[in-house]
């Protein structure tokens, strides 16, 4: 039977750490990698689910993820903090089917020789009865750039391969960024290509509200 995720962020993420063998609060915990969740923690950078998960779990340290991102750029973490006119936009762009919920956002911004060179978000969420951790990147140009598992607890088998991700690169937040559009399905993880398209749109949309770049929102 499927179980809800704790609508309280620190109480959802606790949970998330507790089935992974901690026994720490997530603060103490998760010192590291912020999330970027449908109900967003406010605990600051945050450590990625290095926990023992299922065999063949996928996981990155926060300097791993980012250097994937961002190799040789200096990174700098910042947050956003939206009223509710900016995310009932955010979930407005995001699509009905995808949920918009927090109204702080932690996100990374990369610099190459004092230019912006993209921005790095963390989202959370549920796949079918286990938590997925994906890093999404968006260049300057407001395209993706990278979709990055970073921690994924259900059975491997089921985890987005590189290559299906590889197809979310270049795409804007439009309706092709969509299953119904021009992202396919994965065949036998229909759950997990869903979840993928998801934080996929919610971290577009809330990249258009914050507008990290400044070149005025989508």
Known sequence: METDLPSDPEARLSDTLHGCGYRCKPAQCLAGLA???????TTGALVVLACAGPVGAQTLTQDE?????FPG?????????LDDTQLARASSLAGPDVDVESTVVTYYVAMRRGEPAGVAYFDV????????????VVGTDGRVVRVETVSFREP????A??????????????DQLSLKGAIANI??????????TRATRRVMALHS???PFGVGAR
Do not use: K, N
Request: net charge neutral; aromatic share 6%.
């Open 35 to 41: 999330l970027l969740m449908r109900a967003a923690m």
């Open 65 to 69: 993820a980012l250097a994937l991102a």
């Open 73 to 81: 750029a200096e990174v700098e973490r910042r947050t956003a903090f």
């Open 125 to 136: 969420d549920r796949v079918r009865t286990l938590p997925q951790v994906l890093m999404i």
């Open 156 to 159: 491997p088998e089921y985890r």
């Open 161 to 174: 391969p590189e290559g299906w991700l590889a197809q979310f690169h270049g795409r804007v937040l439009d």
């Open 187 to 196: 065949t036998g993880a229909t759950l997990t290509s869903g979840a993928v």
């Open 209 to 211: 509200i914050i507008d």
